[in-house]
T-cell receptor
Framework: DVKVTQSSRYLVKRTGEKVFLECVQDMDHENMFWYRQDPGLGLRLIYFSYDVKMKEKGDIPEGYSVSREKKERFSLILESASTNQTSMYLC??????????????FGPGTRLTVT | RKEVEQDPGPFNVPEGATVAFNCTYSNSASQSFFWYRQDCRKEPKLLMSVYSSGNEDGRFTAQLNRASQYISLLIRDSKLSDSATYLCVVRGTKTSYDKVIFGPGTSLSVIP
Protein backbone atom coordinates (compact mmCIF):
# COMPACT_ATOMS: atom_id res chain seq x y z
CA ASP A 1 0.00 0.00 0.00
CA VAL A 2 1.19 3.46 -0.86
CA LYS A 3 1.65 5.59 2.16
CA VAL A 4 1.85 9.36 2.17
CA THR A 5 2.41 10.95 5.54
CA GLN A 6 2.31 14.56 6.62
CA SER A 7 4.13 15.90 9.63
CA SER A 8 1.13 17.36 11.44
CA ARG A 9 -2.64 16.91 11.35
CA TYR A 10 -3.35 20.23 13.02
CA LEU A 11 -1.18 23.31 13.27
CA VAL A 12 -1.80 26.74 14.73
CA LYS A 13 0.60 29.54 13.85
CA ARG A 14 0.72 33.28 14.28
CA THR A 15 0.73 35.82 11.47
CA GLY A 16 4.25 36.41 10.21
CA GLU A 17 5.67 33.08 11.37
CA LYS A 18 7.58 30.84 9.00
CA VAL A 19 5.80 27.53 8.63
CA PHE A 20 7.13 24.21 7.38
CA LEU A 21 4.83 21.43 6.24
CA GLU A 22 6.53 18.11 5.57
CA CYS A 23 5.36 15.29 3.34
CA VAL A 24 6.94 11.87 2.93
CA GLN A 25 5.95 9.05 0.57
CA ASP A 26 7.27 5.53 0.70
CA MET A 27 6.62 4.23 -2.82
CA ASP A 28 9.46 5.79 -4.76
CA HIS A 29 7.06 8.05 -6.70
CA GLU A 30 8.58 10.62 -9.01
CA ASN A 31 5.79 13.15 -8.70
CA MET A 32 4.77 15.01 -5.59
CA PHE A 33 2.20 17.77 -5.17
CA TRP A 34 0.99 20.29 -2.64
CA TYR A 35 -2.64 21.40 -2.69
CA ARG A 36 -4.81 23.50 -0.47
CA GLN A 37 -8.49 22.74 -0.06
CA ASP A 38 -11.04 25.37 0.84
CA PRO A 39 -14.84 25.05 0.97
CA GLY A 40 -16.44 25.68 -2.40
CA LEU A 41 -13.10 26.02 -4.18
CA GLY A 42 -11.94 22.45 -4.40
CA LEU A 43 -8.30 21.46 -4.35
CA ARG A 44 -5.98 24.04 -5.79
CA LEU A 45 -2.44 23.18 -6.79
CA ILE A 46 0.26 25.22 -5.09
CA TYR A 47 3.46 23.57 -6.31
CA PHE A 48 4.53 20.26 -7.71
CA SER A 49 7.74 18.41 -8.40
CA TYR A 50 8.65 15.79 -10.99
CA ASP A 51 12.05 15.00 -9.61
CA VAL A 52 14.53 15.75 -6.88
CA LYS A 53 15.49 19.43 -6.75
CA MET A 54 12.90 20.16 -9.41
CA LYS A 55 9.82 22.28 -8.76
CA GLU A 56 7.16 24.00 -10.77
CA LYS A 57 4.53 26.51 -9.78
CA GLY A 58 0.95 25.45 -9.71
CA ASP A 59 -2.06 27.74 -9.82
CA ILE A 60 -1.58 29.58 -6.53
CA PRO A 61 2.14 29.69 -5.62
CA GLU A 62 2.17 33.19 -4.14
CA GLY A 63 3.28 33.21 -0.53
CA TYR A 64 4.64 29.66 -0.71
CA SER A 65 7.87 27.94 -1.59
CA VAL A 66 8.87 24.28 -1.72
CA SER A 67 11.88 22.09 -1.31
CA ARG A 68 12.62 18.63 -2.63
CA GLU A 69 16.07 17.51 -1.59
CA LYS A 70 15.23 13.81 -1.50
CA LYS A 71 12.87 11.84 -3.70
CA GLU A 72 10.62 10.77 -0.86
CA ARG A 73 10.24 14.16 0.80
CA PHE A 74 8.51 17.32 -0.39
CA SER A 75 8.27 20.32 1.92
CA LEU A 76 5.94 23.29 1.69
CA ILE A 77 7.13 26.52 3.25
CA LEU A 78 5.05 29.54 4.15
CA GLU A 79 7.64 32.28 4.37
CA SER A 80 5.46 34.63 6.41
CA ALA A 81 2.13 33.11 7.34
CA SER A 82 -0.99 35.19 6.82
CA THR A 83 -4.58 34.62 7.89
CA ASN A 84 -5.67 33.95 4.30
CA GLN A 85 -3.41 30.90 4.33
CA THR A 86 -5.63 29.25 6.90
CA SER A 87 -6.67 26.10 5.06
CA MET A 88 -6.39 22.34 4.72
CA TYR A 89 -3.11 21.41 3.04
CA LEU A 90 -2.90 18.12 1.20
CA CYS A 91 0.19 16.46 -0.14
CA UNK A 92 -0.04 13.88 -2.90
CA UNK A 93 2.28 11.67 -4.90
CA UNK A 94 1.97 9.72 -8.11
CA UNK A 95 3.99 7.40 -10.26
CA UNK A 96 3.83 8.61 -13.82
CA UNK A 97 5.90 9.91 -16.65
CA UNK A 98 5.28 13.52 -17.56
CA UNK A 99 2.96 12.77 -20.43
CA UNK A 100 0.50 10.66 -18.52
CA UNK A 101 -1.34 11.20 -15.31
CA UNK A 102 -1.69 8.37 -12.87
CA UNK A 103 -3.60 7.98 -9.68
CA UNK A 104 -2.62 10.50 -7.05
CA UNK A 105 -2.25 9.22 -3.51
CA PHE A 106 -2.98 11.76 -0.85
CA GLY A 107 -1.71 12.24 2.65
CA PRO A 108 -4.18 12.78 5.52
CA GLY A 109 -3.86 16.55 5.33
CA THR A 110 -2.70 19.30 7.67
CA ARG A 111 -5.28 21.76 8.91
CA LEU A 112 -3.39 24.99 9.37
CA THR A 113 -4.87 27.89 11.27
CA VAL A 114 -3.09 31.24 11.16
CA THR A 115 -4.18 33.66 13.87
CA ARG B 1 -16.35 30.35 -15.81
CA LYS B 2 -14.57 27.80 -13.60
CA GLU B 3 -12.61 25.11 -15.40
CA VAL B 4 -14.44 22.30 -13.65
CA GLU B 5 -17.87 22.76 -12.13
CA GLN B 6 -20.02 20.54 -10.00
CA ASP B 7 -23.33 20.93 -8.23
CA PRO B 8 -22.20 21.15 -4.59
CA GLY B 9 -25.37 19.54 -3.28
CA PRO B 10 -25.92 18.26 -0.72
CA PHE B 11 -27.75 15.36 -2.23
CA ASN B 12 -29.78 13.61 0.47
CA VAL B 13 -31.09 10.26 -0.74
CA PRO B 14 -32.61 7.23 0.98
CA GLU B 15 -30.82 3.91 1.08
CA GLY B 16 -31.38 1.95 -2.09
CA ALA B 17 -31.94 4.99 -4.25
CA THR B 18 -30.15 5.75 -7.50
CA VAL B 19 -28.35 9.07 -7.64
CA ALA B 20 -26.44 10.78 -10.42
CA PHE B 21 -23.90 13.60 -10.38
CA ASN B 22 -22.75 15.68 -13.30
CA CYS B 23 -19.55 17.59 -13.78
CA THR B 24 -18.85 20.06 -16.58
CA TYR B 25 -15.45 21.14 -17.83
CA SER B 26 -14.49 24.10 -19.97
CA ASN B 27 -11.38 22.92 -21.80
CA SER B 28 -12.40 20.91 -24.84
CA ALA B 29 -8.83 19.59 -25.14
CA SER B 30 -9.03 17.80 -21.80
CA GLN B 31 -7.63 14.30 -22.01
CA SER B 32 -8.47 12.26 -18.94
CA PHE B 33 -11.24 12.21 -16.41
CA PHE B 34 -11.64 10.72 -12.98
CA TRP B 35 -13.93 10.55 -10.00
CA TYR B 36 -12.39 10.73 -6.54
CA ARG B 37 -14.19 10.15 -3.28
CA GLN B 38 -13.46 12.11 -0.11
CA ASP B 39 -14.90 11.02 3.21
CA CYS B 40 -15.48 13.60 5.91
CA ARG B 41 -12.16 14.80 7.34
CA LYS B 42 -10.24 12.34 5.18
CA GLU B 43 -8.08 12.59 2.10
CA PRO B 44 -9.41 12.10 -1.45
CA LYS B 45 -9.06 8.64 -2.96
CA LEU B 46 -9.51 7.53 -6.55
CA LEU B 47 -12.93 6.01 -7.13
CA MET B 48 -12.72 5.35 -10.85
CA SER B 49 -11.37 6.60 -14.11
CA VAL B 50 -13.82 7.65 -16.81
CA TYR B 51 -13.34 6.21 -20.25
CA SER B 52 -14.81 7.44 -23.53
CA SER B 53 -16.95 4.35 -23.88
CA GLY B 54 -18.25 4.62 -20.35
CA ASN B 55 -17.34 2.20 -17.61
CA GLU B 56 -18.90 0.40 -14.71
CA ASP B 57 -17.55 -0.80 -11.41
CA GLY B 58 -20.16 -2.61 -9.39
CA ARG B 59 -22.86 -0.13 -8.45
CA PHE B 60 -20.95 2.78 -9.96
CA THR B 61 -21.18 3.85 -13.60
CA ALA B 62 -19.17 6.67 -15.14
CA GLN B 63 -19.97 8.31 -18.47
CA LEU B 64 -18.18 10.87 -20.60
CA ASN B 65 -19.87 13.19 -23.07
CA ARG B 66 -17.15 15.04 -24.98
CA ALA B 67 -19.57 16.92 -27.22
CA SER B 68 -21.28 18.53 -24.25
CA GLN B 69 -18.14 18.50 -22.11
CA TYR B 70 -19.47 16.74 -19.07
CA ILE B 71 -18.91 13.57 -17.14
CA SER B 72 -21.35 11.81 -14.90
CA LEU B 73 -21.33 9.37 -12.04
CA LEU B 74 -24.30 7.13 -11.35
CA ILE B 75 -24.62 5.26 -8.08
CA ARG B 76 -27.21 2.52 -7.91
CA ASP B 77 -28.65 0.96 -4.77
CA SER B 78 -27.08 3.58 -2.52
CA LYS B 79 -25.54 2.43 0.75
CA LEU B 80 -25.00 4.41 3.92
CA SER B 81 -21.28 3.99 3.31
CA ASP B 82 -21.58 5.90 0.03
CA SER B 83 -22.00 9.12 2.02
CA ALA B 84 -19.05 11.27 1.03
CA THR B 85 -18.01 14.11 -1.23
CA TYR B 86 -17.39 13.13 -4.84
CA LEU B 87 -14.73 15.08 -6.67
CA CYS B 88 -14.63 15.35 -10.43
CA VAL B 89 -11.08 15.51 -11.76
CA VAL B 90 -10.09 16.59 -15.24
CA ARG B 91 -6.67 16.42 -16.80
CA GLY B 92 -6.20 19.22 -19.27
CA THR B 93 -3.34 19.98 -21.54
CA LYS B 94 -0.69 22.57 -21.12
CA THR B 95 2.62 23.00 -22.83
CA SER B 96 4.82 22.43 -19.85
CA TYR B 97 3.04 19.94 -17.61
CA ASP B 98 -0.07 17.88 -17.10
CA LYS B 99 -2.64 20.09 -15.49
CA VAL B 100 -4.95 18.17 -13.19
CA ILE B 101 -7.96 20.15 -12.04
CA PHE B 102 -10.21 19.12 -9.19
CA GLY B 103 -13.82 20.19 -9.07
CA PRO B 104 -15.22 21.59 -5.81
CA GLY B 105 -17.04 18.35 -5.06
CA THR B 106 -20.62 17.15 -4.66
CA SER B 107 -21.75 16.12 -1.21
CA LEU B 108 -23.87 12.97 -0.88
CA SER B 109 -25.69 11.85 2.25
CA VAL B 110 -27.42 8.50 2.15
CA ILE B 111 -30.01 8.33 4.88
CA PRO B 112 -31.59 5.23 6.43
Amino acid sequence: DVKVTQSSRYLVKRTGEKVFLECVQDMDHENMFWYRQDPGLGLRLIYFSYDVKMKEKGDIPEGYSVSREKKERFSLILESASTNQTSMYLCASSLSPRDRVAEQYFGPGTRLTVT
Amino acid sequence: RKEVEQDPGPFNVPEGATVAFNCTYSNSASQSFFWYRQDCRKEPKLLMSVYSSGNEDGRFTAQLNRASQYISLLIRDSKLSDSATYLCVVRGTKTSYDKVIFGPGTSLSVIP
